[in-house]
Every structure is written in structure tokens, then in C-alpha cells.
């Protein structure tokens, strides 16, 4: 985050999100701090989550279609790429 952004506005903008347009948002934020990333705490409010927190659901989602003691079901690979993947090819570097 830049030193004028403002995490509460972020906040804000992310609820006028998920209450009118999208399933659900997140935000993980980080500041300079002095010369090193540090994590900036996000204030509760409604449908904000930590990181901590949806890790943990979704973990608990994938162990829930599991029977108990087995593994979950292997991840689906859809049957094409979502993205062309050498439209996304790294230039050659220039002499």
C-alpha cells in the first residue's frame, strides 16, 4: 500500500463489492516498512475474512468430502486451459 492508501476504504470498497456484485473478495495488504513488506492488519467488518480464515475453510471444505481417514477426492483438471498459455510467454531478453 502506497503511505496515503487507506485500509478502511479498502475495506468499504471490497463490502460494496460482495454485497452487490461479487460472490466474495479479499484483501491482503502490505506496507514499506523500511525497506521490508509488512502485513497490514485488516479491521473486522462484515463479509471480510482473514486470510488465516479462508485457508482454513477451504481446507476444511476439501477434508469434508473425504470419508474419515481416507484422502480427499485428487483435484479436477478440466478438460481445456482456462488461458492460452503462450499468449503468456516471456519476451527474449534484449541484447
Do not use: C, H
Request: aromatic share 6%; hydrophobic share 40%; no cysteine.
Amino acid at each position: 500500500m502506497r503511505p496515503n492508501d487507506d485500509i478502511g476504504r479498502m475495506v468499504t470498497e471490497s463490502q460494496a463489492l460482495v454485497k452487490t456484485y461479487l460472490e466474495g473478495a479479499g484483501i491482503i495488504a502490505w506496507r514499506d516498512a523500511d525497506r521490508r513488506y509488512k502485513a497490514v492488519d485488516i479491521p473486522m467488518a462484515e463479509r471480510v475474512s482473514t486470510v488465516d480464515n479462508i485457508l482454513y475453510r477451504i481446507a476444511s471444505e476439501i477434508k469434508s468430502f473425504a470419508p474419515a481417514g481416507k484422502a480427499p477426492p485428487p483435484p479436477e483438471v478440466p478438460p481445456e486451459r482456462a488461458v492460452d498459455l503462450g499468449a503468456l510467454e516471456q519476451e527474449a531478453p534484449s541484447a
